[in-house]
T-cell receptor
Framework: DTAVSQTPKYLVTQMGNDKSIKCEQNLGHDTMYWYKQDSKKFLKIMFSYNNKELIINETVPNRFSPKSPDKAHLNLHINSLELGDSAVYFC????????????FGPGTRLTVT | DAKTTQPPSMDCAEGRAANLPCNHSTISGNEYVYWYRQIHSQGPQYIIHGLKNNETNEMASLIITEDRKSSTLILPHATLRDTAVYYCIVRVEGGGFKTIFGAGTRLFVKA
């Protein structure tokens, strides 16, 4: 029933580790996004994929690498985690690149210690 | 993107209509008004959007003034589950949002 799902919901890890967050949508949407929400609740776009192709790559460190095996999945891999990576990461999807009607996942709270 | 101004918080009695205002006096002709909300510890939720005509869906109604400089989101019969932060965003179509949310209106629905 879930439209956009993310795993895990919580992730606690140490600096320097590598971790992945998975996202899946069953809405049949073509476009998927990764956002980062900071402590002030600002949501900033990181990446956007349309039909498995990268279309938006904001100023994000190379340690962050998205991977889209098919248009229903967009995973986020983070290398060499830093304290400043602690945040809530949201995955979202939309019907196409021209739609701002986006559907968000429940978020993954990443804590780097 | 045009700047928006919303009151920081509002209260509403359960079962009553919640009317959330948003000012966007610098909106340009091709910018839409979007409303999202974020319930505590959940992902943002799309509510409704419009260009210049009033819009209604199963969640809410959106009333946009004729000059498009302001709009009001109406939740016709607020419930306790509508307690959330509501965000009014002005954006052209396409490409997603670069930086959104942050302020918004914190709506408290009280029994």
């Amino acid at each position: 029933d879930t439209a956009v799902s993310q795993t895990p919901k919580y992730l606690v890890t140490q600096m320097g580790n590598d971790k992945s967050i998975k996202c899946e949508q069953n809405l049949g949407h073509d476009t998927m996004y990764w956002y980062k929400q900071d402590s002030k609740k600002f949501l900033k776009i990181m990446f956007s994929y349309n039909n498995k192709e990268l279309i938006i790559n904001e100023t994000v460190p190379n340690r962050f690498s998205p991977k889209s095996p098919d248009k229903a999945h967009l995973n986020l891999h983070i290398n060499s985690l830093e304290l400043g990576d602690s945040a809530v990461y949201f995955c979202a999807s939309s019907r196409g690149t021209r739609s701002n009607e986006q559907y968000f996942g429940p978020g993954t709270r990443l804590t780097v210690t | 993107d045009a700047k928006t101004t919303q009151p920081p918080s509002m209260d509403c009695a359960e079962g009553r209509a919640a009317n959330l205002p948003c000012n966007h006096s610098t909106i340009s002709g091709n910018e839409y008004v979007y409303w999202y909300r974020q319930i505590h510890s959940q992902g943002p939720q799309y509510i409704i959007h419009g260009l210049k005509n009033n819009e209604t869906n199963e969640m809410a109604s959106l009333i946009i003034t004729e000059d498009r400089k302001s709009s009001t989101l109406i939740l016709p019969h607020a419930t306790l589950r509508d307690t959330a932060v509501y965000y009014c965003i002005v954006r052209v179509e396409g490409g997603g949002f670069k930086t959104i949310f942050g302020a918004g209106t914190r709506l408290f629905v009280k029994a």
